[in-house]
């Protein structure tokens, strides 16, 4: 089982500067004028590879398809969404046995991933979805 021992020293031999909270690691990355920072967070089963893209108030329906269209060409790491506004590309990999080699992978895919779609995602302006809900009257299916 993967302890934060483990990903501490997965961490220290790839040379990657990061900061550890107790259970969740903050990896800055930069390529080409770009930052983004990669959070690990390990849970029992499970250790979360999450890169925050970008807030958005309102989002677009522009928007919406494009991350639609993104995570059917992504093997592995999806695009979501959360209530804050915030997308973020996310992947879970199960921490059973999980080697030093199969992390590497693991976080270069995310990385990857992240500064190839960066550029789509940020291109993309908020707007208003432009649609409402239908009101229903008698609470019926519709």
């Known amino acids: 089982m993967v302890t934060p021992g483990i990903i501490n020293e ?8 990061f900061q550890f909270n107790g259970f969740q690691w903050d990896i800055p990355f930069h390529q080409d004028n770009v930052e983004i920072n990669l959070v690990l967070t390990l849970s029992r ?3 979360r590879f999450e890169v925050p893209l970008m807030a958005e108030e309102k989002v677009s329906s522009e928007l919406l398809n494009q991350l639609f ?3 059917y ?3 592995m790491a999806k695009f979501a969404m959360a209530d804050d506004g ?3 590309l ?3 990999f199960p921490t059973v046995n999980m080697s030093f080699e199969e992390f590497q992978v693991s976080m270069q895919i995310v990385v990857s991933a992240a ?3 960066i550029p789509q995602i940020r291109a993309i ?3 208003p979805i432009g649609f409402e809900i239908p009101k229903n009257p008698k609470n019926q299916i519709m």
């Open 10 to 17: 997965y961490l220290r031999i790839l040379n990657l500067q």
């Open 45 to 47: 089963d499970f250790l």
């Open 69 to 71: 269209e993104m995570n």
């Open 73 to 75: 060409r992504i093997a």
């Open 86 to 88: 915030m997308v973020r």
């Open 90 to 92: 996310v992947c879970d």
């Open 115 to 117: 500064f190839d779609f």
């Open 125 to 127: 302006k908020a707007k």
